[in-house]
C-alpha cells in the first residue's frame, strides 16, 4: 500500500521548518528541563490578536521564544511545578466573564467588566525583562497600558498611600488551591509612587495575542524592575490602601521575601545568589548565566523612587 496514514508521515514533511527546529529546541529543553506533555498544551493556546501600538520602554533583546515563555510559568494556584500552569491552566481557567473590582481609598470606586478595561486606555506592546526571584529571566512583548491609566480615573483620595492586588481564588478552577503552599487568594501590593510609575503594566496580552491562561489571563501586572512574584496574574481586585498590603509572599516567608523586592544582585536571597540569572530559552541548563541588573535593569527610570533608602534592610 502507497496510501500512507497520517501516523506514519514524519512531522518535518508536513510542518514548516522554522517551527519544526523551535519544536524541536522546545521539546530538548522540555526534556532537560523534565517537562512532559507540554507541547500540546501549548498547541491548544487561544490565539485571540490585540492590536497594539510599539510603546516606550522596550528592551532592543531578542524575546524568550513564545513556547518557552507559555510553558515554563510559575502559578501556584496551578500547581507548584513549572509546567503544571500550562497542563492545566488553558482548560481549566475561564477568563470570561470576568470583572475587576477597583476601590478603596478612591472617591470613584467601581468595578469594570474586563472588556471595558481593556478600553480605558490605548494598548501598546512593550517588551520587558521579566527576573524571576528563582534566578531564570525572560523577555517579553507584553500588550497593555501603564496601570496610572486606571488608578487616575476612579481618584485616589489623599489616604491612598499603597496598591493592593488581589487574584482569583476558585478551587472548581485552580487545582493548585488545595495544596496549601500559600494562604490564597494571591494578593500583592506596591507603593503608589510605584503603581503609578509609568513602567507598571496592566498587562492584557503577550506575543500581540490575549495572555495565555497561564500567564496569567485575562489581566495580570507586569513590574520589571522586581522580582517576577510581585506581577500578579488574574486580577479580580485592586484596592488602594492606607497601609503597607501584607503580600502572600512575604506572609509565608518574611525573611526570604520582602515587600519591595526589587530586583537586586548585590542581596541574596537566603539560600541562593542573584547575582547570576538563566535566561529561557537559551538552552536549557547549559547556556551560561547573565549577571542580574540592578533594578533589573531599569535603574535610570526607577532608582530614584528609593533615594535614601537602604536596600539591603527593605529588600
Ligand atoms: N496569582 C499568581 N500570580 C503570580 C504567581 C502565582 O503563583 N500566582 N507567580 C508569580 C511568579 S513567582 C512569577 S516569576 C511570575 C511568572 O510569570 P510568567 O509565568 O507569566 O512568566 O508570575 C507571578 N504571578
Ligand atoms: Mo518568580
Known sequence: MLIRRPTDIAPSEITPPVVWQQRRALLRSAAALGLTGVASAVKAQPERKLDAKPGPYSTMERPTPLNFATSYCNFYEFGADKEDPARYAPKMLHPRPWAVQVDGEVRKARTFDIDELMKLAALEERIYRLRCVE???AVIPWVGFSLSELIKRV???GNAKFVEFTTLADPKQMPGLSAHILDWPYVEGLRLDEAMHPLTLLTFGMYGAVL???NGAPVRIVVPWKYGFKSAKSLVRIRLVEKQPLNSWQKSAPNEYGFYSNVNPNVDHPRWSQATERRLGEDGL???????????GYADQVASLYAGMDLKRYF
Open 155 to 157: 481618584e485616589p483620595t
Open 212 to 214: 495565555p491562561n497561564q
Open 135 to 137: 534566578a531564570w529571566s
Open 286 to 296: 547549559f547556556a551560561k548565566r547573565r549577571p542580574t541588573l540592578m533594578f533589573n
